[in-house]
């Protein structure tokens, strides 16, 4: 049985304190107690000396940073229909092409910016950690995995029990998602903790969330699992008015991904019209290959417009994830490259419901 995040002691630690611990979580738990105390001990600890080496490395540059290279943020406007909230999804068969980064930082740059522009109380975000076999945004993000989807699926239950609805903030949403600390007008969704629970998701329970999301927020932003088999995933690619696909010029991602679309077209979950590329890493020297010509020729459905291409951020990705940051809110050069994004999709979103 995990250790609850809440038991877990603070840290550092003395060698004394660790000991008693140990030894108390022993008598109650075994071995596998331990185990599990000792990851979060590791953890905490790895994410404190990240933080330290981050702050190091700002006062370092403090000096060089040129003038106006804080992230800047669109003016948001937009204004949403009721139960009708712009619904993303950020999907890829392939790990390692920035699908969670750009997720999170999608869904932290349209609330900051909403903040920014004195939307904050008028447009919430939810980002959702969709990958329900193998999630850990929340982690990421908020350092926990609980409360998560399967609390909320089981309190849905309930109220089924009662003859309820999902129609109460207090009750029916805040108990079950995670707030950032830096975001007030964001939440998380953890995935949950145990990836033998997807059997015990329904289709309906799905729907019923996204209802109920639908009704107190403005953005959802969902993201996706690897594969395309789950029916979760199935639902999150259904449920989304736009898709981005994330890619890296590589020609076996740009294959599988292509195969990708093929198949979510061919269970008419998605339709050309709602795809949009990011290629990260664009800026890499492979030689011969052209990378938009490539990316191009691969997804010619998609139009140039919604083609984006991005210089490498995997090390700065790193370095603000291991220290439970996100990176647009730091870096003038991401948020500068996420902006067309984020603008592009206000706009189709408004476009949509001839606003």
């Given at each position: 049985?995990?250790?609850?995040?809440?038991?877990t002691p603070?840290?550092?630690?003395d060698?004394?304190?660790?000991?008693?611990?140990l030894?108390?979580v022993a008598?109650?738990?075994?071995?596998?107690?331990?185990e599990?105390?000792e990851?979060?001990?590791a953890?905490?600890?790895?994410?404190?000396?990240?933080?330290q080496?981050?702050?190091d490395?700002?006062r370092t540059?403090?000096?060089?940073?040129r003038k106006?290279?804080q992230?800047?943020?669109?003016?948001?406007?937009t204004r949403?229909?009721a139960?009708?909230?712009?619904?993303?999804?950020?999907?890829?068969?392939?790990?390692?092409?920035?699908k969670?980064?750009t997720?999170?930082?999608?869904?932290?740059?349209v609330a900051?910016?909403a903040?920014?522009?004195?939307?904050?109380?008028?447009?919430r975000v939810l980002?959702?950690?969709g990958?329900?076999?193998?999630g850990?945004?929340a982690l990421?993000l908020?350092h926990?995995?609980?409360?998560?989807?399967?609390?909320?699926v089981?309190h849905m239950?309930?109220?089924?029990?009662?003859g309820?609805?999902?129609d109460?903030?207090?009750?029916d949403?805040?108990?079950?998602v995670?707030a950032h600390?830096?975001?007030?007008?964001?939440?998380?969704?953890?995935?949950?903790?145990?990836?033998?629970?997807?059997?015990q998701?329904?289709?309906e329970?799905?729907d019923?969330?996204?209802?109920?999301?639908?009704q107190?927020?403005?953005?959802v932003?969902?993201?996706c699992?690897t594969?395309i088999?789950?029916?979760?995933?199935?639902a999150?690619?259904n449920?989304?008015s736009?898709v981005?696909?994330?890619?890296?010029p590589?020609?076996a991602?740009?294959?599988s991904t292509s195969?990708?679309?093929?198949?979510?077209?061919?269970?008419?979950l998605?339709?050309?019209?709602v795809?949009?590329i990011?290629?990260v890493?664009?800026?890499?020297?492979?030689?011969e290959?052209?990378?938009?010509q490539?990316v191009?020729d691969?997804?010619?459905?998609i139009?140039p417009?919604?083609?984006?291409?991005?210089?490498d951020?995997?090390?700065?990705?790193?370095?603000?994830?291991?220290?439970?940051?996100?990176l647009?809110?730091?870096s003038?050069?991401?948020a500068?490259?996420l902006t067309?994004?984020v603008k592009g999709?206000?706009?189709v979103?408004?476009q949509?419901?001839?606003?």
């Amino acid at each position: 049985m995990p250790v609850p995040a809440t038991q877990t002691p603070p840290v550092p630690y003395d060698g004394l304190k660790v000991q008693d611990v140990l030894v108390a979580v022993a008598a109650h738990e075994g071995s596998e107690g331990i185990e599990d105390l000792e990851r979060n001990v590791a953890l905490t600890d790895l994410r404190n000396a990240a933080r330290q080496q981050r702050d190091d490395n700002r006062r370092t540059k403090k000096n060089t940073r040129r003038k106006g290279s804080q992230p800047k943020f669109i003016r948001v406007a937009t204004r949403f229909h009721a139960g009708r909230p712009l619904v993303v999804a950020f999907a890829s068969p392939k790990g390692g092409v920035a699908k969670s980064t750009t997720s999170a930082n999608f869904a932290a740059y349209v609330a900051k910016a909403a903040e920014l522009s004195g939307m904050g109380d008028k447009i919430r975000v939810l980002l959702v950690d969709g990958d329900v076999a193998n999630g850990n945004m929340a982690l990421r993000l908020a350092h926990t995995l609980t409360p998560n989807m399967l609390d909320m699926v089981n309190h849905m239950d309930e109220l089924a029990t009662q003859g309820q609805r999902m129609d109460n903030w207090q009750r029916d949403i805040s108990p079950f998602v995670l707030a950032h600390p830096k975001l007030p007008n964001m939440d998380i969704l953890a995935a949950p903790d145990n990836p033998e629970v997807i059997t015990q998701l329904r289709q309906e329970d799905l729907d019923s969330m996204m209802r109920a999301w639908a009704q107190f927020y403005q953005v959802v932003v969902f993201d996706c699992g690897t594969q395309i088999t789950e029916f979760t995933n199935c639902a999150w690619l259904n449920y989304s008015s736009q898709v981005y696909l994330m890619v890296e010029p590589e020609l076996a991602c740009l294959n599988s991904t292509s195969e990708y679309v093929k198949r979510a077209r061919k269970g008419q979950l998605i339709t050309p019209d709602v795809c949009r590329i990011i290629c990260v890493r664009a800026d890499m020297d492979i030689g011969e290959l052209n990378t938009q010509q490539a990316v191009g020729d691969v997804f010619s459905f998609i139009p140039p417009n919604r083609q984006f291409y991005w210089p490498d951020f995997h090390r700065d990705a790193i370095e603000a994830g291991n220290s439970g940051e996100l990176l647009t809110l730091d870096s003038a050069e991401y948020a500068e490259a996420l902006t067309p994004v984020v603008k592009g999709a206000l706009e189709v979103y408004e476009q949509d419901f001839g606003l």
